[in-house]
């Protein structure tokens, strides 16, 4: 009798996991399906204050204004550069369509179909221009986009990549010769960038 005792005692109870592994077998595929795998980038930005304080400027301001039909390179008080519309044909066919003259061509979800920033605007020009002032002021990396609010969300981060950085082939030393094999390298231009309302 002892040894039925002392047998029963030390078995021990069965755990039943099939209705957990079948949980898992199920979940763990739906999860991984249905995960996001996506990269989020902030891009920091400032609005422009009313209020003239101390700040570290190297003497210059320097504004890009975004209109529909021109690109304008301001120091604050007048333009230094304009750049007009690439388009100008196209954005007379779109003042005689908001007429009702002409329709606007439509992507298959009913939008409006809105070309990309450098067949819109000359941003190679822009570029140039930015260049030139960060060689005159290399301190400097403010900078304030002023937009009309016409322009689509896709021209204004065209123009802000722009504005915030540029590639540029590295220059040869003295008496050398550039380098064939050279890939152009990513200088900074005027990444503190600020938002507003063209005026």
Not at 2 to 24: G, Q, V
Not at 27 to 48: C, D, Y
């Amino acid at each position: 009798m002892r040894s039925r005792r002392h047998s029963r005692a030390k078995e021990a109870p069965e755990l039943d996991i099939t209705a957990f592994l079948n949980l898992m077998v199920v979940l763990v595929p739906f999860l991984l399906v249905s995960a996001v795998f996506s990269r989020v980038t902030i891009l920091e930005l400032n609005m422009p204050s009313g209020a003239g304080g101390a700040t570290d400027d190297p003497g210059v301001t320097l504004e890009v204004v975004v209109r529909k039909d021109v690109l304008e390179l301001s120091d604050g008080d007048k333009v230094i550069a304009r750049f007009p519309n690439l388009n100008q044909g196209e954005a007379a066919s779109d003042t005689a369509a908001a007429e009702g003259e002409v329709e606007i061509p439509l992507d298959e979800f009913g939008l409006p179909i809105v070309l990309p920033t450098e067949e819109v605007y000359d941003l190679a020009k822009l570029r140039e221009y930015l260049l030139r002032i960060k060689e005159s002021y290399p301190d400097k990396t403010d900078s304030t986009l002023l937009m009309e609010p016409e322009v689509a969300y896709e021209h204004l981060v065209g123009v802000m990549d722009v504005v915030r950085s540029a590639e540029v082939m590295p220059t040869p030393e003295e008496g050398g010769e550039p380098d064939p094999d050279a890939k152009p390298e990513v200088m900074e231009l005027f990444p503190d960038i600020s938002l507003g309302d063209a005026p």
